[in-house]
């Protein structure tokens, strides 16, 4: 079952696993969406997960909030796996210096769906 809360935020539940699913563009627009997102994977006692793999490009404001998710549930002893994105939006992420916090250093890349 998929609750979409914009065109760029969802959260899907599968069995016991809560997985925020992210798509285009994620910024300023879609903070507020993203935060209650945010808040209900920290209230999640199951599994959660963030699929980022069809994010074009992620701005600071999503940046600051999935670092603040990180941490929330770091502090509980708990992760949230992130699945993707794509080389664009790590690209930013890793100029910024938000790769390793956030977990990408590890990761497979995942395609550009923007570029062939």
Same mark, same amino acid.
């Given at each position: 079952?998929?609750?979409?809360?914009?065109?760029?935020?969802? @959260?899907?539940? &599968? =069995?016991?696993? +809560? *997985?925020?699913?992210?798509?285009? /563009?994620?910024?300023?627009?879609? $903070?507020? #969406? @993203?935060?209650? &997102? =945010?808040?209900? +994977? *920290?209230?999640?006692?199951?599994? /959660?997960?963030?699929?980022?793999? $069809?994010? #074009?490009?992620?701005?600071?404001?999503?940046?600051?909030?999935?670092?603040?998710?990180?941490?929330?549930?770091?502090?509980?002893?708990?992760?949230?796996?992130?699945?993707?994105?794509?080389?664009?939006?790590?690209?930013?992420?890793?100029?910024?210096?938000?790769?390793?916090?956030?977990?990408?250093?590890?990761?497979?890349?995942?395609?550009?769906?923007?570029?062939?």
């Amino acid at each position: 079952m998929e609750q979409v809360l914009s065109p760029e935020i969802a @959260l899907a539940r &599968a =069995a016991d696993t +809560l *997985t925020l699913r992210l798509r285009g /563009v994620v910024g300023i627009m879609g $903070a507020a #969406e @993203l935060y209650d &997102a =945010a808040v209900a +994977l *920290t209230e999640h006692t199951g599994a /959660v997960a963030i699929d980022a793999t $069809a994010v #074009e490009h992620f701005d600071c404001s999503a940046a600051q909030i999935l670092l603040a998710l990180r941490g929330a549930l770091g502090e509980g002893g708990r992760t949230a796996p992130l699945i993707g994105p794509a080389e664009g939006a790590r690209g930013y992420l890793a100029l910024a210096g938000l790769a390793e916090p956030l977990g990408l250093a590890d990761l497979p890349r995942t395609p550009d769906p923007v570029r062939p």
